[in-house]
């Protein structure tokens, strides 16, 4: 391919299409389910303790945290761990 490339006058270039449609569809997915995740995982907890909030309340951390975690684009952030 190179070859034909280089006869070409060409460059050959290799990239990624996200199946969801857009990079940005894709970061806020995973936005939302690292949010979720740490959410489950504190509400998990709470509920040992009797301090259970309200699917509302959850909700609205589950937003706030998804907003922030695409704001800040951590290096962990594709990490599903």
Known sequence: MK?????LDCDVVYFLVPKTG?????????????ANRLDKHAERHM???DQATSEYFQNE?????ALQYLKEW????W???
Do not use: C, P, V, Y
């Open 3 to 7: 070859k034909i490339s280089n006869g």
């Open 22 to 34: 857009s990079l940005e569809n894709m970061r806020k997915k995973q936005a939302f389910k690292k």
């Open 47 to 49: 509920n040992l303790e």
């Open 61 to 65: 951390n589950i937003d706030k945290l």
């Open 74 to 77: 951590s290096t962990d952030f």
């Open 79 to 81: 990490n599903d761990k």
